[in-house]
T-cell receptor, first 112, second 111 residues
């Protein structure tokens, strides 16, 4: 099955700086890559996703890049704010399978 | 739509007891997933259904765990007998064409 690795496990940044979280996947058939944000005590919620027919997608301060050749994708958050503090999960979904395999999460702390 | 609804939100039970977790997916979604979240192992996929049919249960840790989806609007995850190591947050999620929506989760504590 698919194996998703995520780094780093923890990340601290100063408010206003950028944060980058990286994930690799093993199944070349994966074609859907969402990112979820989980605030303390709450459910994971989708913040951005990308499909394998594009290399980059942006939504205001967040962006995701995908390198299918290298089988890795990254989340970029610019101008970080304290409310960005949360655990972020990447995931990959093999084509036709529709199930999501999650990375182990990155705890992001934005220091005011 | 109220989103994915799970019950109970919290469950404390004694070792050896049966535990049943419940989930109501978003209406119209054709996939339903059960995940377990712990600090040590992160989010683990236990089982998922497509159109009420179990597709992959390879993530179910052992025979003590079972899941059913008798209809499109209801699913259960049962643990019998429960053990302390089953303590975790159990999430149900449903999806249609990719994006998964999670319920609030059930925090299970087995003492």
């Amino acid at each position: 099955g698919e194996n998703v690795e995520q780094h780093p496990s923890t990340l601290s940044v100063q408010e206003g700086d950028s944060a980058v979280i990286k994930c690799t996947y093993s199944d070349s058939a994966s074609n859907y890559f969402p990112w979820y944000k989980q605030e303390l005590g709450k459910r994971p919620q989708l913040i951005i996703d990308i499909r394998s027919n594009v290399g980059e997608k942006k939504d205001q301060r967040i962006a995701v890049t995908l390198n299918k050749t290298a089988k890795h994708f990254s989340l970029h958050i610019t101008e970080t704010q304290p409310e960005d503090s949360a655990v972020y999960f990447c995931a990959a979904s093999p084509f036709g399978a529709n199930n999501l395999f999650f990375g182990t999460g990155t705890r992001l702390t934005v220091i005011p | 739509d109220a989103g994915v609804i799970q019950s109970p939100r919290h469950e404390v039970t004694e070792m050896g007891q049966e535990v049943t977790l419940r989930c109501k997916p978003i209406s119209g979604h054709d996939y339903l997933f059960w995940y377990r979240q712990t600090m040590m192992r992160g989010l683990e996929l236990l089982i998922y259904f497509n159109n009420n049919v179990p597709i992959d249960d390879s993530g179910m840790p052992e025979d003590r765990f079972s899941a059913k989806m008798p209809n499109a609007s209801f699913s259960t995850l049962k643990i019998q007998p429960s053990e302390p190591r089953d303590s975790a947050v159990y999430f149900c999620a449903s999806s249609l064409e990719g994006e998964a929506f999670f319920g609030q989760g059930t925090r299970l504590t087995v003492v």
